[in-house]
Each structure stands twice: as structure tokens, then as C-alpha cells.
């Protein structure tokens, strides 16, 4: 395993001299989180879709338990049982739309993933950057537990666990625990954790920032020690679920799916779940007891338990929603956090937005009203009034509205408009508005993967690493 | 499956260019065998050693079912259950021996398999044709069920179910069902089914010819129609206990493997089986109630139920061995089949060589002395008076020996002389005499393979064909 070590050495050694001006030294974070015999242990996964180009290729690096969809290719890395989905990246002779400009794309988009470390990261769809359109890089970075890595190009970073850098070009930054960026470039910054900041330049500004309480109790990261909290716990307690879908190689759906349907292989379905036309739940995704009306959605490391979701229903990569009810259009963001309780259930109106990084944490129930958005760390019915607004209230913000540890500048309508803009994007692209023949997504498209499995070495000096490999259509 | 059509129309296209001499027409033959659906039902899989070099490389080829291993280009090839195992493959600067010469390989030899459909084939070992020692290719060609292609680069020829061509460069020839070939050349040929024939040029000559009525009764091929005989139900019946070892990723060995010894995990081990050391269970191998003693193999496709093998014994690709007891030493060829009952067992004494190709098929009990080879079809002891000659008698042989359909010409010393050369080095290269530190083999390699798993396109026109791959240390 001695060339895995070296592997590790080097990828660290990278980010420590980025993060030099923040005295930042990834080794304790990393060393005792993933100690290198586990990188043997799991195997790899690579979709084939005869639908959309892919291409993978991979040279001196560890994927161990890892999915990859799309033009990938991973040098010198180690990828520890994270997602790469390369099935939104631009093709040749797209035109990219920027301000007003129309940029043509050169070449077809690959995932570059150099020099890099990701834990349980979710990378998912294609550089917003118009500086460079057909490279979607992620080089001398590390990214903890659960961070998700969207549309967002990042060299020289520190990720933290539930962090998520989302259409935002960043370089030399440290993204604390459990933060949100949203700010289309970013550049030797350090994000406190627990910071959710959506940032649209002279157009407006979101930024709300949990407190070290809270963040204590859901995550934590301390050097020396894993990511710790409620949210490592509630991942924890279920994973022996996903452990039987790993063990086999072809697997028949538990559960009917109906047409424009499609359940990943790689998923968790248990309990009376039942999934609706057009639903695409994501491997990786968890279903217990869930009933997913049309067109809803269900993204990679989220979990849909004892819960109802009325259609047309977005949840986000990382988002957990436990015992609620959904109304239809309800968007729930990345690493959402949704507990009810059979005590205390949680009911959430129609066309409600549940910002990223959300937590709502029940002791009674509650009920959200629709055509509302919700942010923060909410208990009880008395949370919703500093973490709340309705979407015309904020519609009609000019300049800025405080509201408890939410501070908001700028345009409400444009802050909506551009919400509400991306989630009827994301339902278009996941195929919720199929009708048997036209507006396919990633529900239809999903039906026809195939994975090859790929098994790292077992023995000898490269133990753990993995042959290099090339695989086309 | 459009492209799958058309892959298959071009190889019948060239196999039967090549044989129009004879008339040939592989299409009835080979369509009924295997429906296009099927190649889409069952993945391939490659092995990746940290000992031994390899390199996969698969153009537009189907490989349904298919294990891989070595150095190997596929390239407009349909490759079903079949075995390539590229591990005795030559490297670059071995010294290849040919009468007296010696002959410097200058590359990395590499199995190319182009135009080509095998059907549970097992291609294994290296070329032995002096002309070309760094390409063992196989072009043109269709081979049936449980077909062995042996160190025997083959261009465009069809080789029938259970048949065998051994350290053999064919051209245009057609080879019949259960007929093997050892002959270092042959060149438009039409071999008749059941023809056992080993020849080395000027120094001695093996032949013999089971009658219609045994082909008729254990394997034949009938145009517009699958093979079907006793063979064929044998394996069929038997089809199910492979179903459980191909259905998971890893699987843990379901007895306790000594030391020195292998069990490759797609072999099934049933009932109370016990292995040894220094035994190699290669893939495909299916032991159930067997003893295999210190340094016995059991090669691809062989069958090993309700018998002991005393050590050091070879049970060649395909080899069938049933209810019996083989002392120390025996050897039993290629598809050689050996089946008696709890009534009428068999027994074999130490050091004997039974014939590649051989039916022993028992309504008596039988013993068969030490040292004797024996051939063709035998069901008791009356039938051994024509079907064996103990060692001391067949070396005695200077110019000839016939024994009812057997006819021996030449040097009988010469013929026992390669055999007992090639038992003992088929030995020493699977492990057999391993003490710990020196004189590894297979068995002890075998220890460290892991697998890739390989899955075609699972719709669209590309169905059931594979993505271009390119695999490298």
C-alpha cells in the first residue's frame, strides 16, 4: 500500500501550500478520517448510457466506493465513495449563455478531478465558469463527508463536512462545516462554518450563519478526529441498508415503477414506498416509507422517510425529510435537514422553498404555510417567524430586510425570480414534465444504465490503488 | 441490438469465406445457439494481478459472460462464457526454444481475438507457432461449447462443441465435435467429429475415432439446432449452482483454503469438499463432495463430484470426474469425461494418463492399474483390453501399435516422454511444488487477482456490444 501513502502525502502537501496564509493543515482532518486500508475495500462504479457521451479515464488514483457518470477523469486522486455525475456537462458546439453573451463551447465538458481527495462528496453537473466552459476542474482539494460540489470549478480548497459550493468558481479557500456558497467566484476566502450565503453581484444578497450551538450539536470537525453530530449519526444508523444493493451486481426494483419512472439501482428503497410517473430517485437516495407523487425528485445522499411528497418535489443532493408531508412544488435544498416526529409532523404548503442547508428539527408540530421560504434552524412554530418569510413579502424587498440572524440586501423579486427560475430548470432536466414522448430527463434517461464495476488492486505495492483505465462509447 | 446484427453477419461472412471449400455455413449453426437478447443478459469480467502484466483492450465486441485475463485485444468479436486466460502469456525478452533454436521474443505477446465468436471457449496458454511468438490470434473463426483453443492460433475455422485444438496453428480447417487436434500445423482440414489425433512430425502418430453412435449418444451438431447429448445435459443440469457466484461482487470462500493454495471465486464448491495445498480451483471449476489432495488442479470447466484425487493430479479444462478415486499423479485430458456411480465406481491408479478426450462412462465397477494410459470410450473392464496400454508397454513401441480403433505409429518412448514432460510442467506451472518461498504458481498467483465487472449497453442500437475499453497496469 505504500504508493497509496505516497498518493496521500502528495495530495496533502498540495492544499497546505494553497492554504499557506491560513496556516491550514489538512493532515489531521484527513489522515485519521479515511485510514487507507478502507480504500481497498470498496469497489467502484462507472455508468454506461447509450443516450449522452461519457468517457472515463483514470490514472494513478484510489475511487474507492465511488460512482462516475459522464467524461470523467480522475489523476493522481483519491475518491472515496463519492458521486461524480458528468450527465449535465456542456457538448461541443453548445452556446453558453452568459450576461447577455453567447459563448461558444469548443469541446465536450470533462470532469477533472487532479490531485484531489473527496470524501462522500456529491460532484454534480457542469462549470458555470464562462472563463473556461469545457473544464470542469477540481485540483488540490480536499472535500469532507457529504460535501457537495455543484457547478463549481475549485482549486486548492478545503471543503468541510455538509458544506456545499454551489455555481461558484473558488480558489484558495477554506469552506467551513455545514456552509453554503452560492457567489459565482470566490477567491482566498474563509467561510466561518455554518455560513449560507447566496450572493448575486448588484443584484442581491442572502446570508445567514448558524450558531456554534447548533453546529456543535449537527457537525462538527475537530483536527484528529471524524466529522461528529447528529447528522453523522443519522447517516450512520442507516447504513447498513445500503449494504446489500453494494453486495450484488444486477439487482431487480423492490417496488413497481411506473412509466417515466426510474429508481437507481444503487438506491434504498424500504418499507410501503411508492413512487409516482416521472420520479427519479438517485442512487445513493433512501426511501423508507415514502410516497413521491409525480414528478418528484429524490437526489443522490438525500433520505425520504415516513414522509409524503405531493409531486413536482425537488430534494436536493444531502436533503433528509422525516416524517412530514410535502405539498406539490415544495423545493427542499441541498443538505436540508426535515425532522418530524410521529408527535410532532411536519407540513410543508405548495410552491414552498426550503433554502439549502435548512434544519428543522421538531419538539411539536408544525405546519408551513404555502408560498412561503424557510431558512435557519427552526424548532417550533416560534422559530418560523425569524426563519420564515412569505415569497411576497420577500418579493417585495428593494433594499434589505433583516430578519433574526438573516440579513437579505438587494432585489426579493430577483432573489425569487432566480429561485423559482432553477427549480423549474432542475424539474425540467430530472424529467418531471415528461408526457410518454417529449421533455425526457434524467428520469427517463436513468432507465437505460448499465455499471461496470472496478475493483482497485489487491495486493503488492499498489494496493488500493487502481489500474489505469480508459473506457469510451 | 441493430449493431449487434451486424457484428454477427460479418463474422459468419468470414468464417464461411474461409471454409468455402468445404461448403461451410456457420449461420444455422451458430444463430439457434445464441440469440442476440442473451449477449445483453450477463456481464464479463477481468481480473487484474499486481504479479503478472496485463492489458485489455475491447473494440465494438460483445463479451456477455465472458473472463479475461493477461494481455487481450478484442476487437469485432462476440465472446460468450467463454475463459481467456492471457497468464502464461510470453514477455518481452523471454527466449522461445524450437528444435534447438532460440528465438527472442521482442514484444509483450498478446491474445487478439478479431472477427471472431467463441461460445464458451477456453483460450488459454501462449503460441507455439515459431513464425509469430508475440500475437496468439485468434481471426475468423467460430468456436462452439466448451471448445478448447490451447496455444493454438486459429484463422478462420470452425471448431465444434467440446472439440480441442492444442499447440496447434490452424488454417481454414473445420475441426469436429469432441474431435482434438495436437498436431503443430494443419491447414485446410476437415477433421471428423471424435477424431482424437496426436501427432508430432517424424516422431510418432495417436490416432483413434469414436464411432457415430457414441457422438450421437454424448455430443453432436445438427444445423438450425443447439449441440445436445449427454455432455450437454450434464452441464445443464448443473447450471444453477453458478448462478449465486455470478449474482454477488465479492464473495468469501465457502471452505478454508491452505496455505499455497487458490480458489478462484467464480468456482463452486459444494457438499464436503476439502482442497490442499498447493491446489489451484481455477474459474468455472465446480467441485462438489471432492478431495483434491496436495498439488491436484482443477482447470476451467471441469467437474469434480463425489471423487478423491490422491495429489499432484491434473484435471485439464473440462475434465469430468465422477465418483471416482485417481491416485497421486493421474493426469486427465481436455473434456475427457469419467463418470461412475455409487454402484459402479472408478478407480484409477497412480500415475496413469488418460487421453484428452477420453469417455469412461461406467455400468461396472472398474480399476484401472498404475501406470497405464487409456483412451476412447471404455464402460467396463473388457472394453480396457482395446482402450489402455500400460507405460512399460506403449514405450516398448518402435513402428507401430494398433488396439482396436486406436493406431499408434512410431516412437512409443517419444510419446510417453512429451506427455509425462508436459504433466510435469502443467504442474510446476500452476504451483503444484510451491514450498512456501520457491516454485510459485497459479494456485499461489491466483491469491491476489481482483475483478473488474463489465457491462454492455443496456439499450439503444449499440445494445448487448460493449464500450470501448483500454485497461493498463
Redesign the interface.
Known amino acids: 500500500m505504500k504508493q497509496l501513502g505516497n498518493l496521500m502525502d502528495r495530495i496533502i502537501a498540495r492544499i497546505n501550500v494553497n492554504l499557506r496564509e491560513f496556516q491550514f493543515d489538512a493532515e489531521p482532518l484527513v489522515r485519521r478520517t479515511i485510514p487507507l486500508g478502507r480504500l481497498v475495500k470498496f ?1 467502484a462504479f462507472y455508468g ?1 448510457s ?2 449522452q457521451g ?1 468517457h472515463f479515464r483514470i490514472f494513478r488514483s484510489s475511487l474507492s466506493g465511488s460512482y462516475f457518470l459522464g467524461r470523467c477523469t480522475v489523476d493522481h486522486a483519491v475518491v472515496y465513495k463519492s458521486d461524480i455525475r458528468g450527465d449535465e456537462l456542456k457538448a461541443k458546439g453548445d452556446r453558453f449563455h452568459f450576461q447577455g453573451a453567447e459563448i461558444p463551447v469548443c469541446d465536450d465538458e470533462n470532469i477533472r478531478i487532479k490531485d484531489a481527495c473527496l470524501i462522500k462528496t456529491l460532484v454534480h453537473c457542469y462549470t458555470h465558469d464562462p472563463e473556461i466552459l469545457e473544464e470542469f476542474l477540481i485540483q488540490n482539494t480536499v472535500s469532507m463527508h457529504y460535501a457537495n460540489i455543484h457547478g463549481s470549478p475549485v482549486e486548492g480548497c478545503f471543503i468541510g463536512p455538509f458544506a456545499t459550493v454551489d455555481l461558484t468558481t473558488i480558489h484558495d479557500s477554506v469552506i467551513g462545516a455545514f456552509s453554503y456558497v452560492q457567489a459565482g467566484e470566490l477567491s482566498h476566502q474563509n467561510i466561518e462554518p455554518g455560513t449560507v450565503w447566496v450572493h448575486a453581484k448588484d443584484a442581491f444578497d442572502f446570508r445567514y450563519i448558524f450558531s456554534n450551538n447548533v453546529l456543535e450539536k449537527y457537525i462538527s470537525l475537530e483536527p484528529g478526529a471524524s466529522p461528529r453530530g447528529i447528522f453523522i449519526d443519522f447517516i450512520r444508523d442507516r447504513k447498513m441498508d445500503f449494504q446489500k444493493i ?5 439487482l431487480k426494483a423492490p417496488i413497481s415503477i411506473p412509466r417515466g419512472a426510474s429508481l437507481n439501482r444503487y438506491a434504498v428503497v424500504k418499507g410501503d414506498s411508492v413512487i409516482g410517473e416521472n420520479v427519479l430517485v438517485a442512487q445513493r437516495a433512501c426511501l423508507e416509507n415514502a410516497w413521491l407523487g409525480k414528478g418528484a425528485n429524490a437526489q443522490e445522499n438525500c433520505y425520504i422517510i415516513n414522509s409524503r411528497l405531493e409531486g413536482n418535489n425537488v430534494t436536493a443532493h444531502g436533503g433528509k425529510i422525516i416524517h412530514a408531508r410535502l405539498g406539490k412544488n415544495v423545493f427542499v435544498g441541498f443538505n436540508a435537514f426535515l425532522r418530524g416526529t410521529p408527535e410532532s409532523p411536519l407540513e410543508i404548503g405548495d410552491r414552498c422553498i426550503v433554502m439549502p442547508h435548512t434544519i428543522i428539527d421538531l419538539d411539536e408540530p408544525l405546519k408551513i404555510p404555502e408560498d412561503y421560504v424557510v431558512w435557519g434552524y427552526i424548532r417550533n412554530a416560534d422559530d418560523l417567524k425569524t426563519h420564515a418569510a412569505s415569497v411576497k413579502r420577500l418579493s417585495r424587498v428593494k433594499k434589505s430586510l433583516t430578519l433574526g440572524a438573516m440579513r437579505f440586501q438587494g432585489s426579493g423579486a430577483g432573489f425569487i425570480e432566480a429561485f423559482k427560475h432553477r427549480i423549474e430548470h432542475i424539474l425540467a432536466a430530472n424529467g418531471a414534465f415528461f408526457d410518454g414522448k417529449q421533455n425526457k430527463g434524467h428520469a427517463q434517461m436513468g ?17 488500493g490503488l487502481y ?7
Chains 1, 2 share one sequence.
Do not use: E, S
Request: hydrophobic share 30%.
Open positions: 469497489y454506461i447509450p443516450r461519457f453494494f453486495d450484488v451486481v444486477n432507465q437505460d444504465l448499465t455499471f461496470n464495476i472496478i475493483h482497485p488492486y489487491g495486493k503488492g505495492p499498489q494496493k489500474p489505469t483505465m480508459d473506457i469510451r462509447p
